[in-house]
């Protein structure tokens, strides 16, 4: 993630013909800071801004992560618990994305790059003529932590 800085996010913003203001900076600051697998919701990125002292809102963090993940700055990423969370996009349009692992008692997310799914994915755009850009996946299950915890889910 070395290339991602807040000149090259400037950079991005202005060839989609958006400004970079004070709160997006600082929006997209916050995850420059974060180490890569923090997955941040809106209201996470909030309480980043205020420990830092920042004035900014919680309805215009929500709308600014609405607008960078429109843009594709951000991903946006739901874990089946009806809150949305975000990360710098920082693949290749290309190539695939990471995947998900989600415990359901604890709420971790580990992320894994393995990506098996490439033969599949050919197959099913040639038998329904489909052009498939990229896929995600999300297993859901109990993670190491949580399975010695007595096995009580």
Do not use: W
């Not at 958006?18 to 929006?27: A, G, P, S």
């Amino acid at each position: 993630m070395s290339n991602f800085t807040i000149e090259y996010l400037r950079r991005l913003l202005q060839e989609k013909d958006y400004k970079m203001t004070e709160q997006r900076r600082e929006i997209l600051q916050v995850f420059l800071d974060q180490p890569s697998e923090h997955h941040l919701s809106a209201e996470d990125v909030h309480s980043v801004l205020r420990s830092k002292k920042s004035e900014i809102g919680l309805a215009t963090v929500y709308r600014s992560l609405e607008l960078l993940g429109s843009l594709g700055i951000l991903l946006k990423i739901e874990f089946g618990d009806g809150c949305s969370r975000y990360e710098l996009n920082t693949t290749n349009p290309n190539s695939h994305r990471h995947h998900h692992l989600i415990c359901l008692k604890c709420k971790k997310v580990i992320e894994f790059d393995e990506d098996k799914l490439d033969e599949l994915e050919e197959e099913i755009a040639i038998k329904s003529g489909f052009e498939i850009v990229n896929h995600e996946v999300k297993f859901f299950g109990y993670c190491k932590d949580c399975r010695n915890d007595n096995n009580e889910y």
